[in-house]
């Protein structure tokens, strides 16, 4: 896949494809072109039937550390329709990566602030080393992160919310796994060791299910009405019946893997 060099895409042969922040001088801080950049790299994959699972992380020292506050201070000048349009982008490429349709797995090293804290709730699997640090810190600087707020409040809720994201204190990878934002905690320099396993986990499941299990998971809500039950009754029997489902079963039945698990490559 071609990609701009300020994020890098690497696809294995299992459809594990890696992305990288790649803006290290400023500690992968987002600007207008890396928006860009990585929305056209998601647009790519989300054509791309052989992706299976997306690795997000960041190059350099620092997973990602928010918006770029140059830039940020040029974009207050813009007038107000071109103001609003950048907000807009920078919105819809979190909620791309919020609705994906297949899992997505942040490796969090260093800072992850402001919008990267919004990116790592928008991953259904974060993984930290444990000299990660996080915060939401636009009001710091005068902002406000509404445009993460949705991913924000689902990840750590909005209790939490409402505390960090009023004081913007840095936590800890351990703080972040007890309020719910962060999976699993890696030493230093272990982030793929930690994340082999889950990946291989995923790759055995059915990627229709898993992908059909994560949409309706994020609409399901906290309260079930009779439209939504009566939907999720739907999903859950036509799934039942469906190809990949007699793959699955019959697979357990004859103590096999499933055709669609692809091991990793003994290097």
């Not at 791309?96 to 804290?117: K, N, S």
């Not at 229709?208 to 809500?221: E, F």
């Not at 939907?231 to 499933?258: P, T, W």
Request: charged share 25%; with cysteine.
């Amino acid at each position: 896949m071609s990609n701009d060099s300020l994020v890098l895409v690497d696809t294995d042969s299992r459809g594990v494809a890696t992305v990288t922040l790649n803006r290290p001088e400023v500690n992968n801080a987002y600007n207008a072109e890396l928006v860009q950049a990585l929305g056209d790299v998601f647009d790519e994959l989300g054509k791309d039937a052989s992706v299976r699972i997306v690795v997000i992380r960041g190059n350099g020292p620092h997973f990602q550390a928010g918006a770029d506050l140059k830039w940020l201070r040029q974009v207050g000048t813009l007038n107000a329709k071109e103001n609003l349009t950048t907000s807009y982008r920078t919105a819809s490429l979190v909620r791309t990566l919020d609705e994906f349709p297949v899992p997505t797995i942040a490796l969090i090293h260093g800072a992850c602030i402001g919008g990267g804290t919004g990116i790592a709730c928008a991953c259904d699997l974060v993984i930290a080393s444990d000299d990660a640090t996080f915060a939401i810190s636009e009001a710091r600087w005068g902002a406000i992160a509404s445009i993460i707020l949705p991913q924000l409040n689902a990840a750590i809720g909005v209790r939490n919310v409402r505390r960090y994201a009023i004081t913007c204190e840095k936590f800890g990878a351990i703080k972040a796994q007890t309020m719910g934002l962060v999976h699993e905690i890696a030493p230093l320099g272990k982030l793929d060791e930690v994340a082999e396993p889950l990946i291989d986990a995923i790759l055995k499941c059915g990627p229709k299910a898993v992908s059909a299990t994560k949409y309706w998971s994020q609409r399901a809500g906290e309260r079930l009405d009779d439209e939504m039950f009566d939907m999720l009754v739907d999903v859950h029997a036509n799934c039942r019946q469906s190809e990949e489902a007699s793959e699955g079963f019959a697979s357990f039945i004859e103590k096999r893997d499933a055709s669609w698990y692809v091991p990793k490559e003994v290097e």
